[in-house]
């Protein structure tokens, strides 16, 4: 069984009152949430085990999708009494995940058309992955990914204090990834934990963590100008 666990614990606070009465993956695009778009994608790809992590204004989404039978797929919801981050969220449901081989982690205001099954594929072929994430170029941004010739990613900075000035490539972070299981192991039992700041730098050290370039359509709903662009898109 291929799953997928969603993370869509988050506030959406830079999306101003567009937030106000609904969580971030619940914002309407053409007639439906912006979470259904990923839910109806992995399904058609075969990910049929779905974890959604939850906190703020849980009820909004569960009423939504159920259990997930009318979308084809199998939800089971993670409540937070407080965000814990998105590695957090996943060791949370370590007792689910333990038994999957590789499993995804997206986040739930992410909208992409990206071939999952081959970003496994990818990731299982790369035998000293734990990590293997989906990147994307771009000129300016305030994040730092450079990978090898065999795409292991030997320097990830994310969100630098000061500037980085030596950067020899433009690839960044996507938030979309795939874990060996391995990787439970990684993260600590309690508190707050990010993949980005607190886990991949260490495996950046390890040599287990691998960047695969975006090859389709993705768009990050981080801001109400994302919002209003996105809704203009041709979705299906």
């Not at 293997?132 to 990914?145: A, F, G, K, P």
Request: aromatic share 12%; charged share 25%.
């Amino acid at each position: 069984m291929n799953t997928a666990m969603i993370l869509c614990a988050g506030f959406g606070t830079r999306m101003e009152g567009l937030t106000k009465d609904l969580p971030k993956p619940m914002l309407p695009i053409d007639g439906k949430p912006l979470l259904a778009y990923t839910i109806e994608h992995l399904s058609k790809l075969g990910f049929n085990n779905i974890i959604i992590n939850l906190h703020y204004m849980p009820k909004k989404i569960t009423d939504y999708f159920g259990d997930g039978k009318k979308f084809g797929v199998n939800i089971r919801y993670s409540y937070e009494d407080k965000p814990f981050g998105t590695a957090g969220a996943v060791k949370k449901v370590e007792a689910i995940l333990k038994n999957e081989q590789n499993f995804l982690v997206l986040y739930g205001d992410i909208i992409c058309k990206e071939n999952y099954c081959e970003l496994m594929n990818f990731h299982r072929s790369k035998k000293d992955a734990v990590a293997t994430i989906v990147l994307h170029e771009r000129d300016r941004s305030n994040s730092v990914v450079e990978m090898d010739n065999d795409n292991k990613i030997y320097r990830f900075v994310e969100r630098p204090t000061i500037p980085v000035i030596d950067k020899k490539q433009n690839w960044v972070n996507s938030g979309l990834y795939c874990f060996k299981t391995e990787i439970l192991k990684h993260i600590p039992e309690k508190g707050f934990c990010d993949f980005p700041k607190d886990i991949f730098p260490g495996l950046v050290l390890s040599g287990s963590l691998y960047g695969y370039p975006l090859t389709s359509y993705r768009c990050a709903v981080d801001s109400p100008e994302r919002y209003r662009s996105i809704k203009k898109e041709d979705l299906k």
